[in-house]
């Protein structure tokens, strides 16, 4: 059974998908100066530490997930509230590196206004995320489109970054495991200070989350490592 991680003073839930009622976006959350439907709260005041029942290298998560695919971050679209805790966006999708995908995805977020994981806020409009994925039913979401969940959660989210033209995967919470054969760039400390404050430009919430950063590689050497996988080659 899938396990889904709702979070609330220290208790991590485990849930199957099930209709329930979410919140409804407004107008009121577009801000910012954009048309984007922004989520109305990111991260909650009491936050929890969740132990990922299991983490990923990139070959273990393309080979468990449906989809692996870059993705930007569109409207908020509501959430499942306790004890779901789930929030769902539009997402559209740049570039696929495994598996059959619309160009405009419905995208599963654990976490919700009634709580948070510790140093991982909810997403919002122009995140542009590396994601591993799997496929729910429209029954699962309560959309009349296919909705996708984060393989992994918090553990397999990586920002897409850009310095001097180059663009890079980031692990943002510095957990995921080593891309094995693939230089990490976290060493190099003029670039990696380079992409923490490109991130932070881009999203100030970075800074308060407390991302590190600590696995960074060059997206086409990732790009790489997926068409071997993709091959059997790795």
């Known amino acids: 059974m899938k396990k889904t991680f709702c979070l609330l003073l220290a208790l991590l839930l485990l849930a199957g998908f099930a209709s329930c009622a979410r919140e409804e976006p407004s107008a009121e959350t577009a801000t ?16 929890s530490v969740a132990d990922p029942a299991q983490l990923y290298t990139f070959a273990s998560g393309y080979e ?32 696929t590196y495994k598996g059959d995908v619309p160009g405009e995805i419905v995208l599963r977020q654990d976490g919700s206004a009634d709580a948070t994981i510790k140093q991982y806020p909810l997403f919002t409009a122009g995140n542009e995320l590396l994601l591993f994925l799997k496929q729910g039913t429209e029954a ?3 959309y009349d489109e296919a909705g996708y969940w984060i393989l992994g959660s918090f553990t397999t989210t990586f920002d897409v970054l850009e310095d001097g033209g180059v663009r890079y995967i980031a692990d943002r919470y510095g957990i995921a495991k080593c891309a094995e054969g693939v230089r990490n760039y976290a060493a190099e400390e003029t670039l990696s200070a380079d992409l923490f404050a490109s ?36």
């Open 140 to 142: 699962d979401f309560g």
């Open 64 to 95: 468990a997930s449906d989809v692996v695919a870059t993705v930007r971050i569109g409207d908020w679209l509501g959430e499942r509230e306790f004890p779901y805790c789930e929030t769902f966006f539009r997402a559209e999708v740049l570039k």
């Open 32 to 47: 910012g100066g954009t048309d984007a439907v922004l989520p109305p709260v990111r991260m909650t005041e009491k936050t």
């Open 199 to 234: 991130a932070v430009a881009s999203d100030p919430i970075v800074s308060e989350a407390g991302y590190t950063f600590r696995n960074i590689y060059a997206e086409t050497e990732i790009a790489d490592l997926f068409a071997d996988l993709a091959d059997g080659n790795a």
